[in-house]
């Protein structure tokens, strides 16, 4: 059964932002369909989590417009968009079990029922660790219980800063599936923060690729690969692939290149 069944769509339009004398978002605008997974990628500095601060509603802008289903909710208070986040440290309490940190956020939102939060609890195999405390959780099980902590919220959007940076290996590519799982399943909007390339072009419908502030280019994994905008874009993810095979052809020969 799907928790989100409106339809979805948000819209930047020229944004930009300023701390002191530094621009850091200049000119960005790009739409985002229904259930689509973006992520916003660029080096360290490049504007990206500042970028997603604005959409979440945590940051101020300086200038432009964010529409959300065509209403304007550029002055909106970051509790009343709707929008939710997973932080990259996750932000679990550490004096509850699994199952608390879960519900923690339904004390003062009416609505959801225990059959809603078991459903996000069997949809991401939470059960047999519900009652351990957090530090009990392998990685991979804290990941999940934050996602299911923002998921019982209903969110109209889901942000992710940096979900896979402190995985490692087969535990990366199972949450990246789960991510992708909770995008489709629940025709969910999520907008990712990496500085990782290959996670950016394995995991998403889009990326936005960012530089210096400005917009290096906005488009599918095969556009970019294919067709790389400029030379920014070129080097900083088709070298970075190219050097990831020719260190898996080293390892392994060329049947793994």
Not at 48 to 64: A, F, N, P, R, V
Not at 190 to 200: G, N
């Amino acid at each position: 059964m799907c928790l989100w069944e409106v339809s979805r769509l948000l819209k930047l339009q020229h944004i930009r932002k300023q701390f002191d004398e530094k621009v850091v978002l200049e000119d960005i605008s790009l739409e985002i369909g229904t259930g689509e997974i973006v992520s916003l990628l660029g080096p360290s500095g490049s504007g990206k989590t500042t970028l997603l601060g604005i959409i979440l509603g945590l940051t101020d802008m300086d200038q432009g417009k964010i529409l959300f289903n065509g209403n304007d909710i550029s002055r909106v208070p970051m509790n009343k968009r709707g929008f939710n986040i997973v932080f990259q440290d996750y932000a679990l309490f550490p004096n509850l079990n699994a199952y608390d940190n879960i519900v923690y956020g339904l004390r003062n939102k009416k609505g959801i029922s225990k059959e809603e939060v078991q459903e996000t609890i069997d949809f991401l195999e939470l059960g047999p660790h519900l009652k351990k405390r957090i530090s009990e959780l392998s990685g991979g099980q804290k990941q999940r219980v934050a996602l299911a902590r923002t998921l019982v919220t209903k969110p109209k959007i889901l942000l992710l800063d940096e979900p896979l940076s402190a995985l490692d290996g087969v535990i990366k590519e199972s949450i990246k599936q789960r991510i992708q799982s909770i995008a489709r399943e629940f025709k969910l909007t999520t907008i990712i923060v990496t500085h990782d390339p290959e996670e950016a072009l394995t995991l998403s419908d889009k990326i936005l690729i960012i530089n210096q502030g400005q917009i290096a280019q906005y488009g599918t994994p095969q556009d970019i690969i294919q067709q790389p905008a400029d030379a920014f874009v070129e080097q900083f993810i088709i070298r970075q692939l190219q050097i990831k095979r020719q260190n898996i052809y080293q390892l392994f020969g060329a049947a793994h290149a």
